[in-house]
């Protein structure tokens, strides 16, 4: 198979790589410059350690400007309602409208699984220290998940076993039950070893603080556990009571988000500004909802719109994705992403964790408080970290809906609006509509994390987003509930077929398109 080809010599498993954590020997580091240092000195120092621990995270929302607008902007940004494309090149061939051609979809698979598997072998082959080894398979599962939650079953447990590249692919169930065995063994290596920190030099991240750690881990636990909610209750419940209930928990507070520093320019930066005067637009779905919320969050999501005819007020006018989008200037005047070149990515933040834990309540589990509760500090955490006030106002709106879309350009306004969810907290509502208002706030908080908004919406059908106009899928894809997934590569097809094919037929349980559902998707 040739994604796996590149790792040459690799022949461990992502198994076996968890267990090195247990190890407990460990690496010095001093601060020393690292200008004419032996190979001897930059391993001691972490230098090439650096390099590889934080080439897992680069995978995670990518650094790199190419593979980034395949996964966050293009696909994530479509199927998540943050963004739209403002290319005219790609009608007839994107993820909004259903159509992908190859070497856009398997961006997600041929790029991150065998880069963050290298990376991760290379970690365990730099160190033996159990910290900065448990903090890299934390790291390998945000990235891996993001996989097998595009795709469903994926290669994962044996890649690379016995010298085999072309890997047999793991049920997502089977993938789950080995993401969460990788974070429970994390989370119990670094809670006993709290105070033990390790270089900043390592990690870009937290520089290199075990709790935060700790508290991301618990946090991703958390995530995944919400995310099989319907498809495994009894272990979603036991994942996210273990999380929120350990010792130190999750994320609670902005100090804790977890924000990566690109090496670069921010990717978002570049696609939605320099490629072609902007690839990307903000899409007309999240700009309705918090135009007719009146949220103060768009001013740090969004730039105004540029359309100057008179008969436009001048605001924040989202692109409506899944059109034929018109050639010309006037496409690249609807809003844009308010994004500087060295704006931080975000990981995790803390108002997701409070909405999970909400998700979590509003199901019976022990999350240690209740729904309402974990729903209103969502929210203000989301304005805290944001620097935005006036949440207290905010969450008194019983009244506000989102606003229907009248695009500027008179071309694909949408009658009505998705969704009549207000802001307010209502215990006398149904929990279906308390999980629609829940949802939908997460929404806004985790922009512009377009994957997690996708996978929520398969889930669970929200937020509530406005069909697309155009699908080009030849019928496998219903505009009502959209793109469930995408196809394997075809260099699956060619070079590891017999394996693709058995995960089509034994754990797919339909064909491989984008209207199969994957295991945990059950709206």
Known sequence: ?????????????????????????????????????????????????????????????????????????????????????????????????????????????????????????????????????????????????????????????????????QAPYDSQ?????????????????????????????????????????????????????????????????????????????????????????????????????????????????????MNGYNDPRREKYFTPSQFTSPTITNGYHGLRSGINMPGGGAIKLYSNMNVSVDSKLLWMNAAECAFLKAEGALYGWNMGGTPEQFYKQGVELSFNELGVGGADQYLKDGKSKPMGYKDPMGLHSYTGSPSDITIKWDDSDSQEK??????????????????????DYRRTGYPKLMEVVVNNSSGTVDSKRMARRLPYPQLEYEDNRENVLNAVNQHLKGPDNLGTDVWWAKN
């Not at 790199?64 to 494309?85: H, I, K, P, R, W």
């Not at 709790?211 to 958390?222: D, F, G, R, T, V």
């Not at 308390?434 to 996708?454: C, D, H, V, Y």
């Open 1 to 165: 198979m040739k994604i796996y080809k590149i790792l040459g010599i690799v022949t461990l498993g992502f198994s076996f790589l968890l267990g090195t954590a247990s190890c407990t020997k460990g690496y010095e580091s001093a601060n020393q410059d690292p200008g004419g240092a032996t190979e001897e000195e930059m391993d001691r120092d972490g230098y090439r350690l650096s390099s590889s621990f934080r080439t897992i995270g680069n995978f995670i929302i990518p650094v790199e400007v190419n593979t980034n607008q395949f996964t966050d902007c293009l696909l994530g940004g479509s199927y998540g309602g943050y963004l739209a494309d403002s290319n005219d090149g790609f009608n007839g061939k994107n993820f909004a409208t259903y159509n992908p051609e190859d070497h856009w979809s398997r961006v997600m698979f041929n790029d991150i699984i065998p880069k963050v598997y290298a990376a991760r072998k290379s970690v365990s082959d730099l160190t033996d220290d159990p910290v900065p080894l448990a903090a890299a398979d934390i790291m390998a599962v945000m990235a891996i998940s993001r996989v097998t939650d595009t795709y469903g079953p994926i290669p994962f447990s044996q890649i690379g076993v016995d010298g085999a590249m």
């Open 173 to 289: 169930q089977e993938v789950y039950n080995e993401l969460f065995r990788m974070l429970d063994n994390s989370i119990e290596v670094l809670t006993e070893r709290p105070t033990e920190d390790f270089s900043p030099k390592v990690d870009d991240v937290y520089g290199g603080i075990v709790m935060k750690w700790i508290k991301l881990a618990n946090s991703m636990k958390l995530r995944l556990a919400i995310r099989i909610s319907k498809a495994d209750p009894t272990l979603a419940q036991q994942k996210a009571e273990e999380a929120v209930n350990h010792i130190y928990g999750v994320i609670a507070d902005p100090s804790e988000s977890a924000y990566k520093s690109s090496p670069g320019k921010n990717p978002f930066r570049v696609v939605t500004y320099e490629y072609n005067d902007g690839d990307s637009r903000i899409s007309a779905d999240i700009a309705s909802y």
């Open 434 to 455: 308390q999980l629609e208002r829940i949802i939908t706030q997460k929404w806004i908080a985790n922009f512009p994390l377009g994957l997690e908004a996708w996978a």
